[in-house]
Nanobody
Framework: QVQLVESGGGLVQAGGSLRLSCAASGLAFRSYAMGWFRQASGKEREFVAA????????YYADSVKGRFTISRDYAKNTVPLQIHSLKPEDTAVYYC???WGGGYSIQGDDYNYWGQGTQVTVSS
């Protein structure tokens, strides 16, 4: 059974930092590209960041570029998302997703598995 479990969300002031993490189990971690998406209340889900099966520097939405950093830990099967300089508009539920086949995508429909999400709230 595949499980993606997000953690690390919370309430933080604007300008602060958070480190989200996604723990993956029940899948061949090295065969999956991993992504982070978010959905703010009343809005559609949007792509945030993704990383290929092989790792590397990742790919980011323009709105988070320079502030968010995605990585992956093959020993722990986790996908951290380091967030700096948080803004109120970053407030959303953040979801982790896994895409079989290795290559990342910015389209949520291309992902095979999803976590339950973790809430990030940024106060001004």
């Amino acid at each position: 059974q595949v499980q993606l479990v997000e953690s690390g969300g919370g309430l933080v002031q604007a300008g602060g930092s958070l480190r989200l993490s996604c723990a993956a189990s029940g899948l061949a971690f090295r065969s999956y590209a991993m992504g982070w998406f978010r959905q703010a209340s009343g809005k559609e889900r949007e792509f945030v960041a993704a990383i290929n099966w092989s790792g590397g520097s990742g790919y980011y939405a323009d709105s988070v570029k320079g502030r968010f950093t995605i990585s992956r830990d093959y020993a722990k099967n986790t996908v951290p998302l380091q967030i700096h300089s948080l803004k109120p508009e970053d407030t959303a539920v953040y979801y982790c997703a896994a895409r079989w086949g290795g290559g990342y995508s910015i389209q949520g429909d291309d992902y095979n598995y999803w976590g339950q999400g973790t809430q990030v709230t940024v106060s001004s």
